[in-house]
């Protein structure tokens, strides 16, 4: 009986709105990979500040090593003798990404990406559309909406800032059902 050659490169992608677990979901999944001993490497884009250097720390305060980039491109340069690639944040990276993830995982490599699907204006962000269409596997993730207690799927946005990247956690940001969050974005463009 002949065993048929089982390809492994595929991209799975965690996305959601702040405070969904999506880091944590990313870091349940390297820690079966770990558990399976295969090889894997996260990173994380230099932009995220909010974390300790070589870390990804989920809001549970689970963590795992991370190392930091500016570049997609440089996952290329550090992924050697691995088998599993984890990327964290991605919606900060820039549409190469894609070309990225898309090249590992035709070589084989299971590719996990976790980011916020939406931008604090209930827009697509980033490279994350387009990694969405491209991946085999698209887990959505949802927080608890502060105001109704429903399922909330957008990152609204409490600060003035208009800049589309400002790195934040509860102070500047809060997890929305879809009717509360048109009903402040509203308010907001009076």
Same mark, same amino acid.
């Not at 009986?1 to 089982?6: G, I, V, Y």
């Not at 390297?30 to 070589?54: A, T, W």
């Not at 909330?152 to 059902?177: C, M, Q, T, W």
């Given at each position: 009986?002949?065993?048929?050659?089982?390809?492994?490169?595929?991209?799975?992608?965690?996305?959601?709105?702040?405070?969904?677990?999506?880091?944590?979901?990313?870091?349940?999944?390297?820690?079966?990979?770990?558990?399976?001993?295969?090889?894997?490497?996260?990173?994380?884009?230099?932009?995220?500040?909010?974390?300790?250097?070589?870390?990804?720390?989920?809001?549970?305060?689970?963590? %795992?090593?991370? #190392?930091?980039?500016? @570049?997609?491109?440089? +996952?290329?340069?550090?992924?050697? &003798?691995? *088998?599993?690639? /984890?990327?964290?944040?991605?919606?900060?990276?820039?549409?190469?990404?894609?070309? %990225?993830?898309? #090249?590992?995982?035709? @070589?084989?490599?299971? +590719?996990?990406?976790?980011?916020? &699907?939406? *931008?604090?204006? /209930?827009?697509?962000?980033?490279?994350?559309?387009?990694?969405?269409?491209?991946?085999?596997?698209?887990?959505?993730?949802?927080?608890?909406?502060?105001?109704?207690?429903?399922?909330?799927?957008?990152?609204?946005?409490?600060?003035?800032?208009?800049?589309?990247?400002?790195?934040?956690?509860?102070?500047?940001?809060?997890?929305?059902?879809?009717?509360?969050?048109?009903?402040?974005?509203?308010?907001?463009?009076?």
């Amino acid at each position: 009986m002949n065993k048929k050659h089982e390809f492994k490169g595929r991209i799975e992608v965690v996305c959601g709105s702040m405070f969904s677990g999506k880091t944590e979901e990313l870091i349940k999944r390297i820690k079966k990979v770990e558990l399976s001993g295969q090889r894997y490497k996260v990173f994380r884009p230099k932009i995220d500040s909010r974390n300790p250097n070589n870390k990804i720390i989920s809001h549970a305060k689970n963590e %795992v090593m991370a #190392s930091i980039i500016s @570049n997609p491109k440089e +996952i290329l340069n550090n992924c050697k &003798d691995v *088998d599993v690639i /984890g990327i964290d944040e991605a919606q900060f990276f820039d549409q190469s990404l894609i070309q %990225v993830c898309n #090249s590992l995982a035709n @070589n084989g490599l299971r +590719i996990i990406v976790a980011g916020l &699907d939406m *931008d604090y204006e /209930g827009n697509p962000f980033g490279p994350m559309p387009d990694l969405m269409a491209c991946a085999e596997d698209v887990k959505k993730v949802h927080a608890i909406c502060v105001e109704t207690g429903n399922p909330a799927g957008y990152s609204f946005r409490k600060e003035k800032n208009k800049d589309l990247v400002l790195i934040g956690e509860k102070k500047e940001y809060e997890p929305l059902s879809r009717e509360i969050f048109i009903k402040k974005m509203s308010k907001k463009i009076l």
